[in-house]
């Protein structure tokens, strides 16, 4: 299981509520969620929520690359997400963060309390 947290998130929420597009989450060079659509700095997306296990400016690449291989495979993947589901609405208003897991079929994503 990975997690996102909300400070993060609710920049990525916003934006694809603004834009009228989907939310990507995205298995490649570590995981993280955008906007399908956004603003553009240097020819990369100015605005992401990097998983906190698998932030490769923040943890050593084999631990990241280990923990998005093992909860999700070993191919890069897009999976996208309405901006309104209610799952956004709990990070937006109630400043939960969110937890994504997967199994060989199906992606769960669940807002959950913040960690202490």
Same mark, same amino acid.
């Given at each position: 299981?990975?997690?996102?947290?909300?400070?993060?998130?609710?920049?990525? %929420?916003?934006?694809a509520r603004t834009q009228h &597009?989907?939310?990507?989450?995205?298995?490649? #060079?570590?995981? !993280?969620?955008?906007? /399908?659509?956004?603003?553009?700095?240097?020819?990369?997306?100015? %605005? %992401?929520?990097?998983?906190? /296990? &698998?932030?490769?400016?923040?943890?050593?690449?084999?631990?990241?690359?280990?923990?998005?291989?093992?909860?999700?495979?070993?191919?890069?993947?897009? /999976?996208?997400?309405? #901006?309104?589901?209610?799952?956004?609405?709990?990070? +937006?208003?109630?400043?939960?963060? +969110?937890?994504?897991?997967?199994?060989?079929? !199906?992606?769960? +994503?669940?807002?959950?309390?913040?960690?202490?």
């Open positions: 299981m990975i997690h996102f947290l909300a400070a993060d998130l609710r920049p990525v %929420i916003d934006e &597009c989907r939310i990507a989450l995205v298995k490649d #060079h570590g995981v !993280y969620m955008l906007s /399908e659509k956004g603003e553009m700095e240097n020819g990369q997306r100015r %605005i %992401i929520a990097w998983a906190v /296990e &698998c932030n490769p400016d923040t943890a050593p690449f084999d631990d990241w690359w280990e923990r998005a291989r093992t909860e999700f495979g070993g191919d890069d993947f897009v /999976e996208h997400f309405d #901006h309104d589901d209610a799952v956004f609405d709990r990070v +937006i208003n109630d400043g939960f963060d +969110i937890q994504i897991q997967a199994d060989a079929r !199906y992606l769960y +994503i669940d807002a959950v309390a913040p960690r202490s």
